[in-house]
């Protein structure tokens, strides 16, 4: 059945359209698409008796959801009775946050650079994290189909990290490129004083790009 639906899916997997269905011409029938199509909105009007000719079902879901308490499992709940509240645990670890790094765009020579937030020395600091780490960055151009789509359709064509774009590091010493591959590279950062740039892409086309340290 899952393979059944799915040739009615949209690319955003949210919506079975009978068009789409009958394009594939996996299956001869589009009965049981219908059918499933139709069901929730058929329920909710016997549900809600919004549908008079229609049987109704009271407690319908009692077999279903429902299960049967063992006997002699314990005491019985007092009417008013509150619930006993959990302990909470010891030792919870800290959340940390990532170290924050900032992306600006460059309108002027279509690209971008990687640059440290202004308290990143604080930031370090109070979450115990100390150079060198390693920041992964993905990039695409935004796809006619959407940005979700934009990740799939990327192409060789489109760029290439470390051929077409090259990638930059200022000061020296600051980081170096520990891999460069298609649209991905991966650059470790050496201080809290960097900067790393790409460069050179196509000035009439959005482009994503998405940044993550590795901690």
Known sequence: MSDYLKEAEEPAHTRWFLNRFNEQ???????ALRFVMDLPAHMYRILSREDEDASTHENFADDIFSITEPVGTGAKKKRGQKPKQTKKPDNIPPVKRSPAIRVERDPDNPGFELLPVGNIAELFEEEEVSFPIEVSVK????????????????SKIDFQFGKTIPIDISPKGAAKILSASENTFTVELLQPDFCVSAKGFDGNRDLLIHPRIKL
Request: proline residues 0%; without cysteine.
């Open 25 to 31: 011409k996996s299956f001869e029938s589009d009965w």
């Open 139 to 154: 990039a695409a151009y935004v796809s006619a189909l959407g940005r979700s789509r934009s990740w799939r359709d990327y």
